[in-house]
């Protein structure tokens, strides 16, 4: 009895673990409040596959306290606009949809630029969505983005050249 009970708190331990990560990429604490804004000015990637192509504009979010925030609280982005996260090195954390109004594709993408895995996330969802492989970047877009531009798991972006560090 002792034993399962010992499982059973174990188990529930690493659940919370793993919904308190949410944006967390591990460099500290997830904090319930964030404060940090995401960088305004916006740079534009290219996403192909065979030959669709399509261009988003991005939000880079490159520190922990951007990737914390995301695209939470906003209530609208333009159709070919996004959000890109940058990591420091190779993760493999999941995202949630706390406090996230509006529908997205999130998909996680290799170090070496294929898109590996495309979640169609839902608002205000805290499902922890996490990919089944490692990734270095993750972008946001509106949800039915890649669908509407003939893309999808396998499609290569090509980031921009001077993109920040990821901290």
Same mark, same amino acid.
């Given at each position: 009895?002792? =034993?399962?009970?010992a499982? /059973?708190? !174990?188990?529930?331990?690493? !659940?919370?673990? /793993?919904?308190?990560?949410?944006?967390?990429?591990?460099?500290?604490?997830?904090?319930?409040? $964030?404060?940090?804004?995401?960088?305004?000015?916006?740079? &534009? /990637?290219?996403?192909? &596959?065979?030959?669709?192509? =399509?261009?988003?504009?991005?939000?880079?979010? +490159?520190?922990?306290? &951007?990737?914390?925030?995301?695209l939470?609280?906003?209530?609208?982005?333009?159709?070919?606009?996004?959000? !890109?996260?940058?990591?420091?090195?190779?993760?493999?954390?999941?995202?949630?949809?706390?406090d996230? *109004?509006?529908?997205?594709?999130?998909?996680?993408?290799? =170090?070496?630029?294929?898109?590996? &895995?495309?979640?169609? +996330?839902?608002? !205000?969802?805290?499902?922890?969505?996490?990919?089944?492989?490692? *990734?270095? *970047?993750?972008?946001?877009?509106?949800?039915?983005?890649?669908?509407?531009?003939?893309?999808?798991?396998? +499609?290569?972006?090509t980031? $921009?050249?001077?993109? $920040?560090?990821?901290?």
């Open positions: 009895m002792k =034993a399962g009970l499982v /059973i708190a !174990l188990f529930v331990v690493f !659940l919370v673990g /793993i919904v308190f990560e949410g944006r967390n990429d591990g460099d500290g604490p997830a904090s319930a409040t $964030p404060t940090a804004t995401s960088t305004a000015a916006a740079d &534009q /990637i290219l996403v192909q &596959q065979g030959d669709a192509t =399509a261009a988003v504009a991005v939000e880079i979010a +490159a520190t922990f306290a &951007q990737r914390q925030v995301g939470m609280n906003r209530r609208e982005m333009s159709e070919d606009a996004g959000m !890109l996260f940058l990591f420091p090195r190779d993760v493999q954390y999941g995202f949630w949809m706390k996230t *109004y509006l529908p997205l594709d999130i998909a996680y993408i290799s =170090a070496s630029g294929e898109v590996v &895995q495309i979640f169609a +996330a839902k608002p !205000l969802d805290e499902t922890v969505l996490v990919p089944a492989t490692q *990734y270095r *970047y993750v972008l946001e877009v509106n949800q039915g983005w890649f669908q509407r531009h003939s893309l999808g798991v396998g +499609a290569q972006v980031l $921009p050249t001077d993109l $920040p560090s990821a901290e």
